[in-house]
């Protein structure tokens, strides 16, 4: 056998070629982690970073110290230089736009003309980058500068004084330029050249200082052939390289740089770039070392198989990723199958590099030595290094196995993404997105993309984020619960969805609700988890999960809602809520309509509903006026008060079956709400007459009971023309706006002797001058009965009408009192209340009441209950809201829970609030908005409850008439 790197031959440097193997070695493991990787290995993760952060600037220092060697080392004339240079651009530039293109390929077919030739421009002016493709730009870049800057490379080359100013300046003005403001049409061009934010590229100033440290050590191989001497020079520049890293990090540190940019790598800062070649000088220290690996022929051989071939497997590995993921290649979590993946990729890669035109003539090359067998099998040719340029090359041999080796690399290429992707929900992978459906109690469901835009640190998991959800929008079209209960955050790991804990961080019913939950799985840099799901629409969801509100989230983590996604044959109801026996609103049939998501009508599907539990069940009809609907009408009237789901059964002509999604509904019994107004006899100012009606207004227009007092038209203070307006007033209300009228009576001594009752002084709650505070119960059973009708004589005279109820003032009724209020033909009275003791005299009432209690006709013997019989006809609803001069809003709404906890009623149930005109200032108003805002979250009307807002005599009627006139 022929040893043509015998004595007669000066020895040859391969330590470029072998370190050119190791990086590329190492890039394709890191490309082959973040296209095969779903991030959820922490030591994969960084050890990606680590690779990124040394394996351009290795290349880039190789590059330079290569052009040495073959075009300023070689004193080449112009001509041949161009003709040199221009065929490594030819390669370069080549092989760059068909890769832009695999990229971008799914872009320019999808686009329309303008925006393809827009597309392919920006691709040819290097506008458009793809990921991936950059790497080749710089080499693209500093290779075309070899022909104007010759003479000036050579002399950096030369001169290392020279080369460290000029490094630092051109750095220094690199930084300095990408702080600079520039049109949005230039910045692509000034990321390539200096950087820019949130655009990766490989800036030409800053890494310019790593191109003519590259020259330098091009130009000391050439003056130095001792390995020895190369390797003691490796060590000096190591800990040389190492001393600087370290001061340079302490001068950041001094400077309170975050860690994060202490080693940034967009634009590449000091740290950065010392640590790359900190990386260089210890792999240059290893392979002279082992003196090029002269004494292990296998990793020999192959680093040179790879370092000779690098632009031509940089390309095959590329290209097979992109086609990989164009295909639809799945992410694994496994280590073990990442690492198998790699091995196919670079054999496949291999393979492809065969007969690319960029590995120096359609042949991969590698050097024999005498101390070893080859690892393939080659013809005996002697194979210059790579640095000698290819049209140099006297012989090409030929591979001999490459034609059954490509068969079988593009086999195992293509089998490997058959395998994994038909594995995608088997134990080992994990899907792209899940189509399966969580829980068929919940209607709807958006996928979350989460994507990690940190370009160096992973996002761990335990994590917590932010969600942003227009709640108010999937309330207002009857999607989601006013209490957001339904809101469930799920996390899919291939097999399994897990519920995640989450909290609300702001309100929900918000057109930003922002939900707060924690990472399930690790996000590597510039990574996408397509894992999790929002589902909503369970009117019967059960308590969610809940985790503690957190301070801070990861603001790099970005969270896309994907699109509203249903189920195939997706049902739905006209209503939530249905009222039994309900005097107001009346009770309604529930229309289930199911709906196909085939794109025509399947004649031969029979389509039936079930309320689950219940025995009740139908068929669906066809619609008669739209293709794929079914519709039927449930009465659901005889079902108990409760929570019920309604279902489809879809069964096709084979006799198979599916369901849809359950719906959720609730039966139950009215909550009538009360908002009465105790007119006291005073004049009330007009502001807030006005704030009454806009407040009303706001509240989905709630009627209001005025507890009237015809003592105005007593009051010595009040003139005619104020009396008028204030009858005119409530009668306005009364007739546009169907409010109720009723009576009440303070013991105004002006009203009394008018009413020919004699005037009496005690007992007293407060210390009023004008007899306000004189207690009702000071005056006899036949007294009260007088000025009830003398009051009614004041109604008919005013047109006022004849008043059906009847509050008295400060609450203060017997037994005797209420007696009257009956015989005086009165039907309903509204002074019950919890225990209480009035005003500045601490007086106490007669009344011992529950919030909780409802309507009830008093005993005659104990007004506070119906026992013992006889009873009064007189019926009494409660004051057990409280009323707003006296109580806080949240004592109010406290009350209205205590009477309704979010479940349905399974009895009728009321609940009456008090408010004075006279002293609704801005306060109060504060306090009655707060309580409503709470309240209309149940309105019935907005089919979020079983709330109806009515009047007192409303009330009266769904309590006494039966359920059957109603």
Known sequence: MPNHLSNSKPARDYSLDIIRGIVVLIMIIAHAIDFYHDGSSTFLHYLVISINTITFTIFLFLSGAIAYLVYLKNHYSEKTLFHHIGRRLGLLLGSYYVLVCISLFDKIISASLYDQLRLILDVLLFRNVPSYTEFLIPFLLFSLLIIPLRKTMTKLAENIPLAITVSLGIYALGMLLYHISLPSYLIPWKALLVGHDSIYRFPIFQYFPIYIFGLQWGRYLVNTSNVKEKGITSQILLWLTAGILIISVAVYLLMNTPISHIFLRWPPSVPFLLTGLLAIFILFRNVYSSKEYRHHPFIRDTLLLLGQNALALYWAHIFLLKLYKMAGGITVSSPILVAVMLIVLILTSLALATFVPFNFGFHLTFVRESSGRPFFSYNQSYLPPIYQIAEDISHKPKFHFRFAYVAVGIALFFAMISFFTATQNKIFAEPKRSTRWWNMEYSYKQPITIKNNQSVTMIKSGTPVL?????????????????????????????????????????????????????????????????YFLYYGNLLADSPLTNTIVSSTNSLAELILSGEETRPYFAKSNRQWFLKSDYIAKTEPLILTLESKQSSRNTSLLVKYEV????????????????????????????????????????????????????????????????????????????????????????????????????????????????????????????????????????????????????????????????????????????????????????????????????????????????????????????????????????????????????????????????????????????????????????????????????????????????????????????????????????????????IYATTEQVYQAFTLPESAQ
Not at 469 to 490: A, P
Not at 629 to 635: G, K, L, P, T, V
Not at 703 to 724: D, L, V
């Open 467 to 531: 969600l942003s959800i227009n709640h108010r929008q999937l309330v207002q079209d009857q999607k989601s619960l006013i209490s957001g209960n339904d809101i469930r955050i799920l996390f899919f790991d291939g097999h399994s969805f897990h519920d995640i804990p989450r909290q609300i961080v702001n309100n929900w019913n918000s057109d930003n609700s922002l939900v707060s939950f924690q990472l399930s799985n690790n996000i590597g840099a510039n990574k996408t988890s397509l894992q």
């Open 612 to 947: 689950v539990g219940t025995g009740l069940n139908g068929t669906l009809s066809p619609s008669q006026t739209e293709e794929n609907i079914w519709e039927a009408q449930i009465d659901v009237s005889s079902l108990s008060p409760g929570s019920y789901r309604a279902r489809c059964i879809i069964e096709d002509a084979r006799g198979e079956t599916e369901l849809s999604q359950s719906i959720g509904f609730n039966v139950s019994y009215p909550l009538y709400v009360t908002w009465s107004w105790d007119w006291e006899g005073y004049d009330v100012s007009q502001s807030y007459l006005n704030d009454m009606e806009q407040l009303s207004l706001k509240h989905h227009s709630i009627k209001m009971t005025h507890f009237f007092s015809p003592r105005i038209y007593t009051a010595p203070n009040i003139s005619p023309e104020r009396r008028q307006y204030l009858t005119d007033w409530v009668k306005n209300r009364r007739d546009n706006f169907g409010e109720q009228i009723a009576l009440h009576l303070h013991m105004f001594p002006d009203f009394v002797s008018d009413s020919g009752v004699i005037v009496k002084d005690s007992p007293r709650w407060g210390f009023y001058q004008d007899g306000y505070d004189i207690l009702t119960t000071a005056y006899s059973y036949d007294e009260i009965l007088k000025m009830i009708n003398r009051a009614k004589q004041y109604f008919e005279l005013n047109g006022l009408g004849v008043p059906t109820a009847y509050r008295t003032g400060g609450w203060y009724a017997n037994e005797e009192t209420l007696r009257a209020i009956q015989d005086a033909g009165i039907k309903v009275d509204s002074s019950g209340r919890t225990t209480y003791a009035f005003g500045a005299r601490k007086q106490p009432g007669f009344w011992d009441l529950k919030p909780t209690d409802r309507p009830y006709y008093p005993s005659v013997s104990n007004q506070n209950s119906s026992y013992p019989s006889p009873n009064l006809s007189l019926l009494e609803i409660p004051n057990n809201g409280a009323d707003s001069y006296s109580f806080s809003a949240q004592d109010m709404i406290q009350r209205f829970k205590m009477n309704y906890n979010g479940s349905p009623l399974s009895q009728k149930q009321q609940i009456t609030y008090l408010t004075h005109p006279h002293w609704f200032n801005s306060a109060e108003q504060k306090r009655v908005d707060e309580l409503f805002t709470y309240v209309d979250q149940f309105y019935y009307d907005l089919d979020n409850g079983p709330v």
